[in-house]
């Protein structure tokens, strides 16, 4: 038998502004339950929880929650209201019976000390000081909105093990993918205002989804063709014409009332990024580049060659120098030593983290166009900027809407749309993630993959990185940056390769041959590799890698020439047929591009063999 819920929301409702938010929300949450909260942004999600925490008061429902049970709650925007040092304002609310050294652990784990000042503290550290107040005391229940936010890798993989050592029940909503998978048990989805609850965690949500949607899908057609053949019989059946058959023409009423209050999902953005000319195949170029500020050195005789195509990512520590290299890389800022040589006709277009692009007191139309009128250009076509903001989910009444009155989800599809139309073959994307719901990221993550130009991303996060990016660079310590081919977990997987070469190994021969060799030179040490005469790990990757993604290519252009093959498709979809002929185009380009660069390293790999 299942004990009874610590927590539990009954047939919670509200409504904002006219429209139903929350229509009958059912929540059951249970001893040490690990619940993903998800949903599309602006469906409710961070309103439940505070309706969960007391915070909002639900216009009908019942929340109820069991009697002496110890419930804390991480809003996004996190309020040090009086509290003048970290330490007073971690420790407040601690109970009784809760350990206050828990306090100081808490802070020196995620790099902070009790006497900072609230006042002082960058988006991360108030982040940070915020998940230390709420786990602080242990509680029953834990509810987290977004936690991930402004926090470095690092520092989600020590939350997640700590979560995870935690007796709490948890409730969490997050856009962080591998976070979720790592965390939950039990995911809510939040959908239209009602609540669907998946017994397994976030890993199994995505295939439960569609497969929902799906079955919604067929039950509204089915619906649909019932009421056409109602409304045939009312027009054209005998006995409608002679007794007018009430009881069927009350149903037909019903139906048309269930169709017309049908709720089906949200749209999906309609995101595309505006091309400009081809850049010149060699797009950046660095040279022993530093830079150091403080004494600190953030970037020492880092070097590498980014070419057209190529899709860079950049993890790292707060404060490692992330942004520092970044700027370095486009020339925007000046290294101290080293060179950086830009690539012919490049044009950039650049998404900052800090939203600085965006000013709150504009409204949402005027920040897209820079009040520059009522039309944005995109691919060197004029757009009304209602049609262009809906294409990013904004309704006709938000286009006057200030930025200020936004939330993070609607600012950052905002800033997306803004960067998204700039004419660019160049996208440097600063934690493009923060924010997004999972079905704005898998857009972003496709349009990426597709992008014919060159991209630079900053992320925290580790499967948008996995599946966007071809090789990633990481901080190796005093100022070192070292690039890996392949995504985040490829990354892993070499520094793990690393550091068990670098240890020594260790037999009863070797402990006699050093004992009776000591002082001696050994002739079985390691030479350096010539880079000259081998193959790098990147071309290595790429060599074995690039046979797949030529079959992949082969595979999706024989699919769409099959489905073209259908005399009827052009008459009958023209716009699929457009876009099928597009896609052929693309893809057999990149097929050219993948087979060249895969020739060139096989003659490269026979030459230096030979």
Do not use: C
Not at 365 to 386: F, K
Request: aromatic letters at 6%; a negative charge.
């Amino acid at each position: 038998m299942a004990p009874p819920p610590l927590l539990r929301l009954d047939g919670a409702a509200l409504t904002f502004g006219g429209t139903p938010l929350l229509t009958g929300v059912e929540l059951n949450v249970l001893p040490q339950d690990r619940i993903a909260l998800v949903g599309r942004n602006g469906s409710g999600k961070s309103t439940l929880l505070k309706i969960a925490a007391g915070q909002v008061e639900p216009d009908r429902g019942e929340v109820f929650l069991k009697p002496g049970i110890t419930l804390r709650y991480l809003a996004q925007e996190p309020d040090f209201g009086r509290f003048e040092t970290v330490g007073a304002y971690v420790s407040d609310g601690l109970g009784p019976a809760d350990d206050p050294y828990r306090v100081t652990f808490l802070l020196e784990s995620l790099g902070l000390s009790e006497d900072m000042e609230p006042k002082n503290l960058s988006g991360g550290e108030a982040r940070r000081a915020a998940l230390a107040k709420a786990m602080a005391p242990e509680p029953d229940i834990l509810l987290l909105d977004e936690p991930t936010n402004h926090l470095d890798l690092p520092t989600i993989e020590w939350l997640e093990s700590e979560l995870a050592a935690m007796k709490s029940a948890i409730v969490v909503i997050s856009h962080d993918r591998r976070f979720l998978e790592n965390v939950t048990r039990a995911t809510v989805w939040l959908d239209r205002g009602s609540a669907r609850r998946l017994d397994e965690g976030f890993a199994s949500f995505e295939g439960w989804r569609d497969k929902v949607l799906e079955e919604e899908e067929r039950d509204l057609q089915k619906l649909d063709r019932k009421i056409v053949r109602e409304e045939h019989w009312l027009r054209y059946g005998v006995t409608a014409r002679r007794t007018r058959n009430q009881r069927r023409l009350e149903a037909l009423h019903t139906m048309r009332r269930e169709r017309r209050e049908a709720r089906r999902a949200v749209g999906q953005v309609n995101m595309q990024a505006s091309e400009t000319r081809e850049s010149g195949k060699l797009v950046i170029e660095a040279e022993a580049i530093s830079k150091a500020y403080d004494g600190r050195v953030l970037v020492q005789d880092f070097s590498t060659r980014i070419g057209r195509g190529d899709r860079l990512g950049l993890v790292g520590p707060n404060g490692a120098g992330k942004t520092t290299l970044l700027k370095m890389l486009i020339g925007e800022l000046e290294p101290d030593s080293g060179r950086v040589r830009l690539g012919t006709n490049l044009d950039l277009a650049f998404l900052d983290q800090k939203r600085a692009a965006l000013r709150d007191d504009l409204g949402v139309a005027e920040a897209l166009t820079d009040g520059r009128g009522d039309q944005v250009m995109v691919n060197g076509e004029p757009r009304h900027v209602a049609g262009y903001l809906r294409d990013f989910l904004f309704s006709p009444e938000q286009i006057r809407t200030p930025v200020g009155k936004l939330s993070g989800g609607e600012r950052a599809r905002l800033l997306l749309a803004k960067t998204l139309a700039t004419p660019a073959n160049l996208l440097v994307l600063d934690e493009p993630t923060n924010d997004l719901d999972m079905e704005t990221l898998d857009l972003l993550e496709e349009l990426i993959a597709a992008y014919p130009g060159t991209v630079l991303l900053v992320s925290h996060d580790r499967d948008f990185l996995d599946r966007t990016v071809t090789s990633v660079i990481s901080p190796n310590g005093n100022g070192q940056w070292l690039e890996y081919a392949g995504g985040y977990t490829d990354m892993l997987a070499q520094k793990r390769e690393a550091d068990a070469a670098k240890r020594p190994t260790k037999t009863a021969s070797d402990g006699g041959k050093k004992a009776g060799n000591a002082g001696k030179p050994s002739s079985a040490a390691p030479k350096p590799a010539a880079s000259s005469t081998k193959l790098s790990y990147k071309q290595k990757f790429a060599l074995e890698t690039l046979p797949k993604t030529i079959a992949d290519l082969e595979s999706a252009i024989a699919k769409a020439e099959a489905e073209m093959a259908d005399p009827n498709l052009y008459s009958a979809k023209p716009e699929r047929f457009r876009k099928l002929a597009s896609l052929i185009d693309e893809k057999r380009a990149a097929l050219a591009k993948a087979e060249d660069e895969w020739l060139e390293l096989e003659m490269l790999k026979a030459e230096l063999e030979s």
